[in-house]
């Protein structure tokens, strides 16, 4: 700090230089986020000493976090579903805004289970596609959604026809373990 002032004071760096109560001001502000390390005492000068005991427990304690739990679960194991927890969280971000699943235009309650199953099952063909892929299954249905199915009419023909893939979608369908659309089949009475 001191150094930053005084080549503030030479002309040196950016900016204005920096004026003494700036400087204070500074310092002080430094000093305000480590004053549980710090006894400090600004006047016209600042003052700073080490709290020794504050400074031993922080180093006693950094870089650990205390889990409670009242299962039976030995240590390693509640650790490991302490760091799983972040995953459960994401797939609940995901259910909720990625796989929409609301608003839920559903009363009877077998069809909000339904619906609820759907997003669900939305959510583990998800992570199918991320774990056979390695990418996000946003990436991977981005490149699959430009496969389209045109239908070609004349007076006296009409065809359908799937748009040819181009080598990244095929690498999709191969890593997925799917065969690839060739031709499309329409059964016109299905329904």
């Known amino acids: 700090m001191k150094k930053r002032f005084e080549r503030s004071q030479s002309g040196e760096g950016r900016g204005r230089p920096m004026t003494e109560n700036g400087a204070m001001n500074r310092a002080g502000k430094i000093l305000e986020k480590s004053k549980r390390l710090f006894d400090v005492n600004i006047g016209e000068t ?3 000493e080490l709290n020794k005991e504050a400074w031993d427990y922080e180093r006693a304690i950094a870089g650990k976090f205390l889990l ?10 509640v650790m490991g579903k302490y760091k799983e927890l972040g995953t459960v969280e994401r797939a609940f971000d995901k259910i909720k805004n990625s796989l929409e699943t609301r608003p ?17 099952l939305g959510l ?5 596609i991320e774990k056979l892929t390695g990418e996000t299954a946003e990436t991977v249905l981005k490149q699959l959604k430009s496969i389209h199915l045109t239908e070609l009419k004349t007076l006296e023909v009409s065809r359908k026809k799937l748009t040819q893939l181009n080598s990244r979608q095929g690498e999709i369908f191969e ?11 329409v059964q016109e009475d299905l329904w």
């Open 175 to 185: 890593r997925l373990d799917i065969d690839a659309p060739k031709e499309l089949k």
């Open 124 to 128: 583990l063909i998800h992570k199918i």
């Open 104 to 120: 839920i235009y559903h009363y009877k309650p077998g069809r909000v289970r339904a619906h609820i199953f759907l997003c669900i």
């Open 46 to 48: 600042i003052e700073w």
């Open 68 to 77: 409670v739990t009242t299962t039976d679960l030995a240590p390693d194991e």
